[in-house]
């Protein structure tokens, strides 16, 4: 092993440029991956944000006691599904209207509003038909006149997250894909560049296992390499990003460390292919 990493060493000594070209080349392949994953992250978050805000909003009739409102809502938040259940009395509903409306506040001078049981769901719960299906057990209570929940934008919403979920796996797998192309071919430049060497080491007997060892190890160590390069450099699009277009989130630590892994991996499979490839010609 430790022969191993004296060649990788002295391989990127004695072709810095080459070596230079190799991690460039991984870097601005995860780079483009990195900014896929950005993107697809933050789109994320915000249909989560969006998720967030799915409310079931069942609207009491008059007369209808703050007692039998608050029973009602205790016996929905008992429901599997519900996060909580919250009593809106007339005046609240009020209330709200003006402070959310302000510029229509004159319009509500007088006025009277429905009281409602305002219910929010779990998390991984507000489906179509989760909220559906909660929103027809609540309108069975006998003083409950409507039930509204944004149906129709419900169900856009969550196909949104569904087409936003199989384009990302789709698109991070070709991209994966080319970027395993990229490192390979890469790779298989200082295989070439080593050719005599490693026929002459099949000359003197060594085995495949002791040849492809050192450009694993360079597979690997350019892959960790433009991983963390292509880190920096995602970083300083997002930071561009925050700064002049929109604010948006970033990597986790989890997941930055996934992409150097990433990144070692591809380097790894790239070098395996170029060099097997070799040594069957060989």
Do not use: C
């Amino acid at each position: 092993m430790s022969r191993a990493l004296r060649d990788v060493l002295d391989d990127f000594r004695r072709t810095p440029l080459l070596s230079a070209l190799g991690v460039t080349t991984i870097a601005f392949s995860l780079f483009a991956l990195g900014l896929f994953g950005l993107v697809a992250l933050n789109i994320r978050q915000a249909l989560e944000k969006l998720e967030d805000r799915v409310e079931i909003r069942a609207f009491v009739a008059p007369g209808t006691t703050p007692e039998d409102m608050g029973q009602a809502a205790g016996d929905v938040a008992s429901f599997p599904e519900v996060q909580s259940a919250r009593i809106v009395t007339s005046e609240m509903a009020l209330k709200r209207a003006q402070s959310e409306l302000g510029e229509f506040r004159d319009v509500f001078e007088g006025a009277v509003l429905p009281g409602s049981i305002d219910v929010q769901l779990k998390p991984g719960r507000r489906d179509p038909a989760t909220v559906k299906s909660v929103a027809e057990r609540v309108k069975r209570f006998s003083f409950v006149d409507d039930v509204r929940y944004g149906e129709e934008w419900i169900e856009k919403l969550y196909r949104l997250r569904n087409i936003a979920g199989i384009a990302g796996l789709a698109l991070g797998f070709a991209f994966a894909i080319v970027s395993v192309i990229i490192i390979g071919a890469t790779i298989r430049m200082a295989v070439l560049a080593r050719s005599k060497e490693i026929s002459i080491m099949r000359l003197v007997g060594a085995t495949d296992s002791y040849i492809r060892r050192p450009f694993l190890l360079e597979g690997f160590a350019k892959g960790v390499l433009g991983g963390l390069l292509a880190l920096v450099l995602t970083w300083i699009a997002q930071t561009m990003i925050n700064r002049y277009v929109i604010e948006t989130i970033f990597f986790t630590a989890r997941v930055a460390l996934l992409g150097l892994l990433f990144g070692a991996l591809i380097g790894l499979i790239g070098s395996a292919v170029s060099v097997g490839r070799h040594l069957r010609r060989v």
